[in-house]
């Protein structure tokens, strides 16, 4: 079962084995633990790739 933890000021933190399907149609078997963005500024989009700590997301 998966689960999902709001960070705040920061990602989704989705812990658990999932198919994530990307915008391309790709369709990623993920595992384990995943960070999802939610502040729209990572540059690896839909991962967290740790912009937001210098962004004014804090929601
Ligand atoms: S939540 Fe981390 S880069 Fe967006």
Do not use: Q, W
């Given at each position: 079962?998966?689960?999902?933890?709001?960070?705040?000021?920061?990602?989704?933190?989705?812990?658990?084995?999932f198919k994530l399907n990307m915008?391309?149609?790709e369709v990623k078997d993920v595992?384990?633990?995943t960070?999802?963005?939610?502040?729209?500024?990572?540059?690896?989009?839909?991962?967290?790739?740790?912009?937001?700590?210098?962004?004014?997301?804090?929601?």
């Amino acid at each position: 079962m998966e689960n999902v933890k709001i960070v705040k000021g920061g990602p989704y933190v989705v812990t658990g084995d999932f198919k994530l399907n990307m915008l391309s149609g790709e369709v990623k078997d993920v595992t384990g633990k995943t960070y999802l963005c939610r502040c729209g500024y990572s540059s690896n989009k839909p991962f967290c790739d740790g912009a937001h700590v210098k962004s004014d997301f804090d929601k």
